[in-house]
């Protein structure tokens, strides 16, 4: 875009005329048309003319004969102000047409950046450790907070005082069952499928096949089924968690939510949690049904076994306790991983980047405490003799 002073429609080149006073004051008289495409003597002209005249200290321009300028006009004045600055030389920018004297304003107002040449350097060892340390400590405090107002939001539910909108206790219903059953069906059925091929090869040795429905039901009863639907469930609804309310902390929902007077953990991470506490049985005993018939597809198909010797020896072999045992392990799996996804949601940062941190460390949080939570149930169960 190219400015002009009204009334001043004859175009000539650029000059530059410096008027020096005794009181080292000098006036620089700007004329012509100082455009991209013309002739203009720039910075460089203007501060020929400066350094010809050595007693200048202050400098003023004279712009009644400028007739068309542009933005390389306002560049060259920028570039005469830090060179002046450098001297000592004091500008008044008093002369300059007015909407050079705004952009001149606007350009200066913007500080250097210096990112760029900033180099980065180590910590030394201790530096790390009390880093590292004092972020141990904030987020330790920050997670037991957040269980403390998570047992809280549980708590007035209970009483019937939680405020959360009932239609995202559905969606989150939703969420967690129906559309989990695909890849729950696919994982039982073939972790059903992989322990009845291991304990075909062991056993078939002793001609103790009939056992494989031992084995399959075993283990997907009490250690299989809840595993590996917790693991399930932190890949699939944990990560989606975080990602949701990580989004929400980016766009400033959950500052507008406390802003408003609702609690995020009841309105956001309570929904969800209560979703995970009342699907994840139902999908620990769909996972046990779908493994023992992976098991079946092996033991009847290529084992030779019968589907009635197949039915009984698996229902001799477990009991109603080791089910409920594994429905139960399922329920804490679920929490788990509840807590874990809305954990990272809340204290993502506010970036793309920093939500795709959260989804991630998530994940990988409920499945190192559910894989640490079995490893304490087995020594619990094994202690107690159950």
């Not at 455009?35 to 005249?53: F, R």
């Not at 102000?81 to 450098?86: I, L, R, S, T, Y």
């Not at 980065?120 to 405090?141: E, P």
């Amino acid at each position: 875009m190219t400015l002009s002073n009204p009334g001043l429609v004859e175009k000539r080149r650029g000059e530059i005329a410096l008027q020096a006073k005794e009181n080292g004051a000098g006036v620089l008289g700007v004329s012509g048309d100082w455009t991209l495409h013309s002739k203009a003597p720039g910075a460089a002209g203007m501060m020929s003319a400066i350094d010809a005249a050595e007693s200048v200290r202050s400098l003023t321009f004279e712009t009644s004969d400028l007739t068309m300028w542009d933005s390389t006009f306002v560049t060259a004045v920028l570039q005469v102000m830090e060179k002046a600055k450098v001297k000592g030389i004091e500008i008044d920018l008093g002369g300059l047409p007015s909407g050079a004297q705004r952009l001149v304003a606007l350009a200066s107002a913007v500080p250097e950046r210096q990112g760029a040449r900033r180099t980065t350097s180590r910590d030394g060892f201790l530096v790390a450790v009390g880093k590292g340390w004092l972020d141990f400590q904030k987020t330790s405090l920050a997670t037991i907070t957040f269980l403390g107002e998570a047992t809280i939001a549980l708590a007035r539910f209970s009483v019937g005082r939680a405020k959360f909108r009932r239609v995202d206790f559905m969606i989150a219903i939703e969420a967690c069952g129906p559309k989990a059953l695909p890849i729950v069906t696919l994982i039982s059925i073939l972790i059903g499928l992989i322990l009845a091929f291991v304990g075909a090869v062991q056993l078939r040795q002793f001609g103790a096949q009939i056992f494989v429905a031992d084995l399959v039901a075993i283990a997907m009863a009490r250690e299989m089924a809840a595993i590996m639907t917790g693991i399930i469930m932190a890949g699939r609804t944990g990560a989606a968690f975080a990602a949701q309310l990580g989004t929400m902390q980016v766009n400033e929902e959950i500052d507008a939510f406390r802003t408003l007077g609702f609690s995020p953990m009841e309105f956001l991470v309570l929904p969800r949690m209560l979703a995970l506490i009342v699907m994840m049985p139902l999908l620990c005993i769909y996972a046990n049904i779908l493994g023992i018939l992976g098991g079946a597809i092996v033991g009847v198909g290529m084992m030779g076994l019968t589907a009635t010797e197949y039915y009984v020896q698996t229902i001799n072999s477990v009991s109603l306790f080791d089910f409920a045992f594994g429905v139960f392990k399922g329920v804490i799996f679920g929490i788990v991983v509840a807590l874990a996804g809305c954990l990272k949601g809340i204290q993502s940062g506010r970036s793309a980047s920093a939500v795709g941190d959260a989804a991630t460390s998530a994940v990988v949080m409920s499945i190192v405490l559910i894989i640490v939570l079995d490893g304490l149930f087995a020594v619990v169960t094994s202690i107690l003799g159950i």
